[in-house]
């Protein structure tokens, strides 16, 4: 079962417009949420993360929102350029450090 | 700094046959984990560990097998390979921290079998 979910597979954004990347789980053990960049035939890179203490975490153009109650995070990249353009994961950590990724959704900016 | 070392990078087996990918961080790492990548399906947990000898099952663990018998290696096994095990494999590292951290992964292997 999916316990984390990415349910946009991909987006596309004009240059210098806002991207808003969606997940959700379903695990209320989860107490730690972070965001991952991927390009091809690379790992992984870390974004940005958000404990389950707070609703918001920015950090320059990024910034995560998690409404615990609705069991939703979302990433906002503002403004987007074209170097963003990659896979973006989200993942959750319970209390046992198991850590569980989405499915991911390729953004695309637009020149 | 090497971070996390993936060894080997590429891998064609035949089914049937047994391979160990070795997954070696330089960070002093407590916590090691073992995902594998198919299209449409992110990241899936195979198995983890949060310290040395020691090792849990994630969410795909079946037809894999693991040890960590150093604190900076992650050892996952396939004792006899599928071709449903063909993916893109990859090793991750994180510190023991109260406010938790992210994770370091490797540069991945690509697995095929045939």
């Known amino acids: 079962d999916q316990q984390v979910k990415q349910n946009s597979p991909s987006l596309s954004v004009q240059e210098g417009r806002i991207s808003i990347l969606n997940c959700d789980y379903t695990?209320?053990?989860?107490?730690?949420f972070l965001w991952y960049k991927k390009y091809p035939a690379e790992g992984p890179t870390f974004l940005i993360s958000i404990s389950s203490i707070k609703d918001k975490n920015e950090d320059g153009r990024f910034t995560v929102f998690l409404n615990k109650s609705a069991k939703h995070l979302s990433l906002h990249i503002v403004p987007s350029q074209p170097g963003d353009s990659a896979v973006y994961f989200c993942?959750?950590?319970?209390?046992?450090?198991?850590?569980?990724f989405g499915a991911g959704t390729r953004l695309t900016v637009k020149p | 700094n090497a971070g996390v070392t993936q060894t080997p990078k590429f891998r064609v087996l035949k089914t049937g046959q047994s391979m160990t990918l070795l997954c070696a961080q330089d960070m002093n790492h407590e916590y090691m984990y073992w995902y594998r990548q198919d299209p449409g399906m992110g990241l899936r947990l195979i198995h983890y560990s949060v310290g040395e000898g020691t090792t849990a099952k994630g969410e795909v663990p079946d037809g894999y097998n693991v040890s960590r018998l150093k604190k900076q290696n992650f050892l996952l096994g396939l004792e006899s390979a599928a071709p449903s095990q063909t993916s893109v494999y990859f090793c991750a590292s994180r510190r023991r921290d109260p406010s938790a951290t992210e994770a370091f992964f490797g540069q991945g292997t690509r697995l095929t079998v045939v």
């Open positions: 695990n209320s053990m989860f107490d730690y």
């Open positions: 993942a959750a950590c319970a209390w046992n450090n198991d850590m569980r």
